[in-house]
């Protein structure tokens, strides 16, 4: 059986190669992950097996940035830095503050997601 990032000769059709520019919060997951790394409180390794964790319905549904932010909650999680309660509150918080200042952006469907 395949694990979730193994697509490799499926018929998925043509990669879209482009660059695109990185939002706010992308960048600020790249520097979150960089910053960790360098605490020790992870390696690259770790993240990637993570993020293979996640299984195929994440693999198909989040975003590249989006899963690096999944893998990294469970790492600080399992690692006792972070607890998911504390996750869970500050996210609730973020999201508040964006839908406040009109700044949160979701896909479609994304909206029945929210408390």
């Not at 695109?20 to 020790?40: C, M, T, Y």
């Not at 964790?53 to 999944?70: P, V």
């Not at 006792?80 to 973020?94: F, R, S």
């Not at 952006?105 to 029945?112: I, V």
Request: hydrophobic fraction near 35%.
């Amino acid at each position: 059986m395949r694990s979730p990032q193994d697509i490799g000769g499926l018929p998925e059709g043509p990669i879209d190669a482009a660059d695109h520019a990185l939002n706010f919060w992308e960048k600020q997951a790249d520097g979150l992950r960089a910053a960790v790394g360098s605490k020790g409180l992870m390696s690259s390794h770790e993240s990637r097996r993570a993020i293979e964790s996640l299984g195929h319905d994440a693999m198909e549904r989040l975003t590249y940035y989006e899963r690096w932010t999944a893998a990294l909650s469970m790492q600080m999680v399992s690692r006792g830095v972070l607890t998911q309660d504390e996750i869970d509150v500050k996210v609730a918080q973020v999201r508040q503050r964006l839908a406040e200042t009109g700044e949160l952006e979701l896909r479609p469907g994304e909206q029945e997601k929210l408390p």
